[in-house]
Nanobody, 126 residues
């Protein structure tokens, strides 16, 4: 059984920073793509960022490019999302996910991901 547990969310003022973490337990997927998605109230879940297992292939949503950075520590089975210059529109529940298809490049589609965490709330005040 795979478990993904997100942490690091909270309340921050606009312009501030947060770092989210997502730790794997159970079966480990060090060779698979990991990603972050988010869902704001009343909106669909949207892609934020993804990284392949080496960390050399990363993709970002246009809305977060230049502000967010995804990284991973395979020895710790953990993926991170450093969020800088936060805006009120970044307010959402943030989820991490794993794509167990090792032959697929990092995808922006939620359907490509097999396992999901329960999410962590990020609230950015104006």
């Amino acid at each position: 059984q795979v478990q993904l547990v997100e942490s690091g969310g909270g309340l921050v003022q606009a312009g501030g920073s947060l770092r989210l973490s997502c730790a794997q337990s159970g079966r480990t997927f060090a060779i698979y793509t990991m990603a972050w998605f988010r869902q704001a109230p009343g909106k669909e879940r949207e892609f934020v960022a993804a990284t392949n297992w080496r960390g050399g292939n990363t993709v970002y949503a246009d809305s977060v490019k230049g502000r967010f950075t995804i990284s991973r520590d395979n020895a710790k089975n953990t993926v991170y999302l450093q969020m800088n210059s936060l805006k009120p529109e970044d307010t959402a529940v943030y989820y991490c996910a794993i794509d167990t298809n090792q032959w697929r490049a990092p995808s922006k589609e939620s359907g490509a991901y097999d396992y999901w965490g329960k999410g962590t709330q990020v609230t950015v005040s104006s």
